[in-house]
């Protein structure tokens, strides 16, 4: 059932409990493809960690978010990598979308 697999986000290695968002989808062939993310502001470096654990196995990423000095010229790589973020979030997107018109 549903209980048997979830999330755990940590920031900094603190378990995290606001603006989770989870999403999960039906595939054809039975298996349940899961999504899971945060919205969080941050002022200094900050790690991230996402567990989902489940009975099968469990599964860890990692992500560290570095705060650069905006004097520095660190704000137009910042720029290039947040539209690089946004078109993948976007792919991901049209993906689902394309899912939900072949069920």
Not at 43 to 60: H, Q, R
Not at 73 to 99: C, P, V, Y
């Amino acid at each position: 059932g549903p209980g048997d697999s979830y999330f755990v986000w940590k920031k900094n290695g603190q378990k995290m409990k606001a603006c989770i968002t989870e999403q999960s989808h039906m595939l054809f062939d039975g298996r349940v493809h899961v999504l899971s993310w945060v919205k969080d502001s941050v002022s200094e470096n900050t790690e991230y960690k996402c567990s989902f654990i489940s009975k099968v196995g469990n599964l860890t990423s990692e992500v560290l978010i570095t705060v650069e000095d905006k004097d520095s010229a660190g704000q137009d790589g910042w720029t290039k990598e947040f539209n690089t973020w946004r078109s993948a979030i976007s792919e991901h997107d049209k993906l689902m979308q394309n899912w939900r018109k072949t069920w």
